[in-house]
């Protein structure tokens, strides 16, 4: 993914769009052959976000959170979804991402200080 970021960043589109759509098609593979992962939608959604399609990348953002898929700092950070993470959808979504891995970590708190 570092090497396509790199191609599209220097301008070698043709190149990127290639292997973009080498790996989309082993993902699209994955998936309908039923890998259901929070990172195989992780990785779908950077390709989906490198090659600027941000609602595909959303969307599958949204269903490997679904599955379990926790990274919210991380996805504002990584170069790869930079594109995604200016968009109000994806501020709403990782809000509520935020909110949910606090709410986890409250109760993973609750439980150790009970013993548990």
Known sequence: MIGRWQELAL?????????????LGMLNAMIAAGVERSGTYELRAKVYALKGQGDDAMRDLSQAAKLGWRRAWW????PYLVRCSRGATFRRSFLRLKESNRSTARRIDTRKDAGT
Do not use: F, I, K
Request: hydrophobic residues 30%; negative net charge.
């Open 11 to 23: 301008g070698d589109q043709p190149s990127a769009q290639r292997d973009l759509d080498a790996v």
């Open 75 to 78: 996805a504002t950070h990584e």
